[in-house]
């Protein structure tokens, strides 16, 4: 079995900064790519960064130059860098990665979710 364990998320003050962690674990052979999504209240889930093995990295357009997406291939871990955050931000943070396990075909997975929640 695999599992994406998230953690990192909590409350921030306006233009403050959180970093969220997510670790896969189990019988993994490759995962290509990993990335974080996002829900807020009312909203349909939300792509926030993607990055691939090689490093190439894609983020909303709401994201980009606040927040920085990173892996550590050897630990099978993402990272979410978030700063200057915003009371918009607000959501529940997903991991998601799709992986390759010895003797099944690719398969996406999901962490439980990590709540962010941005107020004064």
């Known amino acids: 079995q695999v599992q994406l364990v998230e953690s990192g998320g909590g409350l921030v003050q306006p233009e403050g900064s959180l970093r969220l962690s997510c670790a896969a674990s189990?019988?993994?052979?490759?995962?290509?790519?990993m990335g974080w999504y996002r829900r807020a209240p009312g909203k349909p889930r939300e792509l926030v960064a993607t990055?691939?093995?090689?490093?190439?990295?894609n983020y909303a357009d709401s994201v980009k130059g606040r927040f920085t997406i990173s892996r550590d291939n050897a630990k099978n871990t993402v990272y979410l860098q978030m700063n200057s955050l915003k009371p918009e931000d607000t959501a529940v943070y997903y991991c998601?990665?799709?992986?390759?396990?010895?003797?099944?075909?690719?398969?996406?997975?999901w962490g439980q979710g990590t709540q962010v929640t941005v107020s004064s």
């Open positions: 998601n990665a799709r992986i390759l396990r010895l003797g099944y075909a690719w398969a996406e997975y």
């Open positions: 189990g019988s993994i052979f490759r995962i290509d790519p």
């Open positions: 990055i691939t093995s090689g490093g190439n990295t």
